[in-house]
């Protein structure tokens, strides 16, 4: 039943995401085709101006140039606007370039993220996979939150089970940009997600703080229960925290804390040890 619960809560997790995910690359497609279809007009209006200049070639191999001729090259590149096209022309490419890099980076991250997960713990790059998570629900929190991380880049590989520290570090993310969100209302304002590696002797530490609403200390104690949420009917089921600590402290022999000022933001530090416990 926990495998089964584990399961429909990732399953359940994606779809929520799938919305966002999809106008994630809708986006970057959408300014593809546009520059596409902006480079095949402007390829036919080179082709206009090459088919000008191959006919004065051949007249000036055949000796017999003539200022109508000259007009015509002269017209057309008035007609089509070649410096305009000099231009953009290259930075429609840069962008189309961009964009296409863009959605691989979204399609990448979501398949590592939904990448069946393993019986035994593995060595994880924390960094990369926070980053992945972070591109899997960039839809949540781009509209609400500045996100800023401060990673530390030698920080050694952690034996994980990647599909389920992936889901802590998704729970955490995502719950902080709806703090943020009830925090700044309607008033167009944005918060800050700071996420935080560092080395700590045989621990990796991982902080991730928002500037949102915050939570009571009188329920602080509790937020970890099974099935207790301060959301409204239909939008939480209070087992995201219960399992990002089930995952951290039952499955990986790590710890997680809490503080947090209402008014004023939470931060979860969550501590993995670097070495493998084989009763874990």
């Known amino acids: 039943m926990e495998v089964q619960l584990r399961q429909a809560q990732k399953l359940e997790a994606v779809g929520q995401l799938a919305a966002g995910i999809a106008h994630e690359i809708n986006t970057p497609t959408q300014f593809v085709n546009d520059n596409t279809q902006f480079l095949s007009e402007a390829f036919g209006d080179y082709n206009r101006l090459l088919t000008q200049y191959q006919d004065l070639l051949q007249m000036a191999e055949d000796g017999v140039i003539n200022k109508e001729q000259i007009d015509k090259v002269k017209s057309v590149t008035e007609e089509i606007d070649l410096q305009y096209l000099r231009e953009e022309v290259p930075q429609a490419v840069e962008q189309s370039q961009e964009g296409l890099g863009r959605i691989t980076k979204i399609v990448r991250a979501m398949k590592e993220f939904s990448h069946p997960g393993t019986k035994e713990k593995i060595p994880v790059n924390i960094n990369h996979a926070i980053e ?22 030698d920080l050694p590989l952690v034996p994980c089970l990647p599909d389920e520290i992936n889901q802590v570090f998704l729970n955490l993310i995502v719950n902080a940009a709806h703090a943020i969100a009830d925090a700044i209302g309607n008033s167009g304002k944005k918060g800050v997600i700071q996420i935080t590696t560092r080395l700590d002797g045989d621990w990796a ?76």
């Open 132 to 153: 992945v998570t972070i591109d899997v629900c960039r839809n949540e929190w781009k509209y609400h939150a500045e996100m800023k991380t401060d990673f530390t880049p």
């Open 205 to 280: 530490e991982i902080i991730i703080s928002d500037t949102g609403c915050g939570i009571p200390e009188k329920i602080q104690k509790r937020i970890f229960e099974p099935f207790f949420t301060t959301k409204e009917v239909g939008k939480g089921t209070g087992q995201g925290l219960t399992m990002v600590y089930s995952t951290v402290v039952d499955k990986h022999g790590g710890s997680i804390e809490v503080e947090s000022e209402p008014g004023v933001g939470s931060t979860f530090n969550i501590r993995l040890p670097l070495q493998q416990d084989v009763d874990k």
